[in-house]
C-alpha cells in the first residue's frame, strides 16, 4: 500500500502469496500428522492407578454377562425375553438377549415349518 513502484508491489504481493502456501502447507501436515497417529496402546489410555480397578470391574461385568447367557437359555418364552430386553440398560445385556430372541424366533420358524410338512406328507 505504501510503495507506488508497480514492480515492488508485484514483487511484494508473490512474497505474500508464498509465505501463505507454506502457512498452507504447515496446516496441512500437522492436519495429516494428527490424522494417521497411530493409537496408543490400551495400557497408556487407562490410568495406572486405575487400571486395576477398571480390569476388575470387566472381569465382573464378564461374570455377569456370562450368567446372563446362562439364564437367557432357560428362557423360552419370546414375550419374556421382551420384557428383558426393555429392561436392561447395558449394550451388551442387551445385545444378548436380542440374540436370544433370534435364536427363538428362528426356532419357532423351523417348528412350523417342520410341523407344516409333516401336515403336507399327511
Known amino acids: 500500500e505504501a510503495t507506488v513502484d508497480l514492480a515492488e508491489r508485484r514483487c511484494i504481493r508473490s512474497a505474500i502469496r508464498e509465505l ?9 501436515e500437522a492436519l495429516a500428522s ?8 490400551s495400557h497408556r489410555k487407562n490410568d495406572k492407578e486405575n487400571w486395576p480397578q477398571s480390569q ?11 450368567t446372563l447367557s446362562q ?3 432357560a428362557i423360552t418364552d419370546v414375550e419374556e425375553l421382551t ?3 426393555r429392561a436392561a440398560g447395558e449394550y451388551e445385556e442387551r445385545k444378548l438377549i436380542r440374540a436370544a430372541i433370534r435364536k427363538l424366533r428362528a426356532e419357532e420358524i423351523e417348528a412350523a ?4 410338512n409333516v401336515q403336507s406328507s399327511r
Open 83 to 85: 420384557k428383558l430386553l
Open 34 to 41: 494428527k490424522r494417521f497417529r497411530p493409537e496408543r496402546s
Open 71 to 73: 439364564q437367557l437359555k
Open 113 to 116: 415349518a417342520l410341523a407344516g
Open 56 to 66: 476388575c470391574l470387566e472381569e465382573e461385568q464378564q461374570m455377569a454377562l456370562a
Open 20 to 28: 501463505q502456501r507454506q502457512e498452507l502447507e504447515r496446516e496441512e
